[in-house]
């Protein structure tokens, strides 16, 4: 199975500063076929990125994704209240499914 | 809309079978390449990807679970069934079932969380 590695495991940053998350992979995603999840305490994720790059509907555009093959990024600007959560890799490219282990985003 | 939601019992006894039951709507599971998934949460594992109940019946299930997973379709309800048998205090976890379009998990339900517990 694709084994997903996020990095760091914790950022921790101010409202207004840029977040820039790491997800590797342990062999190729084909097709990029890589998501990324937003998570909020007791709440279930929700996609934010989809195919590496595409935003999933209603996600402002602070929010990109980025990257290919192994490597993969998920960039949040200018970071508001909203967005301090853990953040989850996703790759759906070969079963089965595996996600990372997530990055959390901590007010600095 | 798409909307999703888990339902069934949040206590299990050990070596029991665990029933879940996915009810949606916004979409029909007639319609090529739709999906549902079940995909589970611990603080001990993470997210964990168990199924995927697929349009065309071509499921696939998490080798990892050893073929105690299977997911089914109750079409006259807009339901999915997860089973999982056998289950011990280790499946404690949060269940989510989440719709796919093409293989990307796009919406998740609100998740029911499950112990497993004598």
């Known amino acids: 199975e694709i084994v997903l590695t996020q990095s760091p495991g914790t950022l921790s940053l101010s409202p207004g500063e840029r977040a820039t998350l790491s997800c590797r992979a342990s062999?190729?995603?084909?097709?990029?076929?890589l998501g990324w999840h937003q998570q909020k305490p007791g709440q279930a994720p929700r996609l934010i990125i989809e195919?590496?790059?595409i935003r999933a509907t209603g996600i402002p555009d602070r929010f990109s994704g980025s990257g290919s093959g192994t490597d993969f990024t998920l960039t949040i600007n200018k970071l508001e209240p909203d967005d301090f959560a853990v953040y989850y890799c996703?790759?759906?490219?070969?079963?089965?499914?595996?996600f990372g282990g997530g990055t959390k985003i901590e007010i600095k | 809309q798409i909307t999703l939601k888990e339902s069934g019992p949040t206590l299990v006894k050990p070596t029991e079978t665990l029933t879940l039951t996915c009810t949606f709507s916004?979409?029909?599971?007639?319609?090529?390449?739709?999906?549902v998934n079940w995909i589970r949460q611990s603080p001990k594992r993470g997210l964990e990807w168990l199924a995927l109940?697929?349009?065309?019946?071509?499921?696939r299930y998490n080798p990892s679970l050893k073929n105690r997973v299977t997911v089914t379709k109750d079409s006259s309800k807009s339901q999915v069934v997860f089973t999982m048998t056998d289950v011990d205090p280790d499946d404690t976890a949060t269940y989510y079932c989440?719709?796919?379009?093409?293989?990307?998990?796009?919406?998740w339900g609100q998740g029911i969380p499950v112990t497993v517990s004598s």
């Open positions: 916004g979409f029909s599971l007639s319609t090529e390449f739709e999906g």
């Open positions: 195919d590496a790059s």
């Open positions: 062999e190729n995603v084909g097709n990029n076929y």
């Open positions: 109940f697929y349009w065309n019946e071509d499921n």
């Open positions: 989440a719709h796919s379009s093409g293989w990307t998990t796009d919406l």
């Open positions: 996703q790759q759906y490219a070969r079963s089965p499914i595996t």
